[in-house]
C-alpha cells in the first residue's frame, strides 16, 4: 500500500489504487478506470467548493487542449447512461471549455453517504484551503458522516491532535476565525489563542496581534504568562467594577492584560504579563515617566 501522507494534496484520484484501504470506505468499490462521455457526467451535490476562479479555468482548458486530461476525474455511477462527480469538477468543467466529448474517469459504485465523504475528504486535499476550510471540513465529516476524530484522522493521513486542533478553531470568536480566513492571523497565532478561556481576553490579545504585529513566539509567551497570574474566577467576582474598569485602562496603556486582586480588606496585587523581554522594557519604560 502507498504512503496515505505522500499522496496529499494530490486529489482522490491519486490515491485511487489503494482507496478501499486509505478511505476504509466500505459502501464504496470501483469498476476501474473509463473513458466516458463527458455530457453524461453531472456535478456533484455535495460538492464544498462553491466558486471556480474563471481564469484558473481558461488557463487548465489551453492546458488540457495540448497535453490532454492528465488526471482522471472520479465518479459514482447513477445507472447505464449517467455518472455523477466526486472529485475532479475543475478538470470537468475545463475539460468541457476545451471542446472534449469524452474524459477519462475512475468509476465507482457508492452511496450518498460515501460520496460526500470522499467529496469532503477530496476538498481537504486542496493545498490552496484555508485553516477555516479545512476545520469546517473535518467539522462536516465527524457530525454529518458520523465518523470518530481517530477514524476522520485515519482516512486524511493525519494525528488525531491535528485534526483536533482544526476543529478548535470553530470555538474562536467569528471576527478571529475571519482573520484566519483571509490570512491576517496565522494558525500559530489561533493555536495559542484558543488556549485563553475568556472571548474578551482573546479578542484582546487578536487586537494586540493586529496592531502591534506580534509573532507566534510572542502571543504563545503572553498566554503562557498570562494563566500563571490570572486571578481565580470567584476572586474575580469580587472584584468592583472601579477595579474592573482600571484593569481595561492599564491593559489599553501597558498593552497587556493586567489583572487586578483585591480583598475585602481593600488589599490586593496588580499583576501584569509580558510577551517578551522588548515588551517588558516597554512597561518599564511607561513606569518611568
Not at 15 to 32: R, W
Not at 182 to 200: F, L, P, T, W
Request: aromatic residues 4%; contains cysteine.
Amino acid at each position: 500500500m502507498s504512503n496515505p501522507k505522500s499522496a496529499l494534496g494530490r486529489g482522490i484520484g491519486a490515491i485511487l489504487p489503494d482507496a478501499k484501504e486509505i478511505l476504509a470506505q466500505p459502501a464504496a468499490s470501483t469498476s476501474g478506470m473509463s473513458t466516458i462521455p463527458i455530457q453524461q457526467v453531472e456535478t456533484n451535490p455535495f460538492q464544498p467548493r462553491a466558486t471556480f476562479e474563471k481564469s484558473a479555468l481558461t488557463e487548465l482548458s489551453e492546458s488540457i487542449k495540448i497535453h490532454g486530461v492528465i488526471q482522471p476525474i472520479t465518479v459514482r455511477r447513477l445507472n447505464a447512461q449517467s455518472y455523477q462527480l466526486i472529485s475532479g469538477e475543475r478538470r470537468w468543467r475545463a475539460s468541457q471549455l476545451a471542446g472534449l466529448t469524452e474524459i477519462p474517469a475512475y468509476v465507482l459504485e457508492t452511496d450518498d453517504q460515501g460520496m460526500m465523504e470522499m467529496a469532503l475528504i477530496e476538498n481537504i486535499q486542496r493545498e490552496d484551503l484555508n485553516a477555516i476550510e479545512i476545520a469546517i471540513s473535518y467539522k462536516r465529516l465527524i457530525e454529518e458522516c458520523n465518523l470518530l476524530m481517530d477514524d476522520l484522522a485515519a482516512r486524511v493521513g493525519k494525528e488525531r491532535s491535528t485534526v483536533n486542533n482544526y476543529v478548535r478553531l470553530l470555538k474562536l470568536p467569528p471576527e478571529i476565525q475571519l482573520s484566519i480566513r483571509d490570512k491576517k492571523i496565522s494558525m500559530g497565532h489561533a493555536r495559542a489563542i484558543i488556549n485563553v478561556e475568556h472571548v474578551d481576553e482573546q479578542l484582546f490579545i487578536f487586537n494586540q496581534i493586529i496592531e502591534k504585529g506580534l509573532s507566534v513566539r510572542q502571543v504563545e509567551e503572553w498566554v503562557r504568562q498570562a494563566g500563571k497570574s490570572a486571578p481565580k474566577s470567584v476572586e474575580k467576582t469580587n472584584v468592583p467594577p472601579v477595579y474592573q474598569q482600571l484593569e481595561g485602562q492599564l491593559s489599553g496603556l501597558l498593552e497587556a492584560k493586567v489583572a487586578i486582586k483585591v480583598n475585602a480588606k481593600g488589599k490586593g496585587s496588580i499583576s501584569i504579563p509580558f510577551a517578551s523581554t522588548a515588551h517588558l522594557n516597554k512597561i518599564l519604560e511607561f513606569f518611568k515617566k
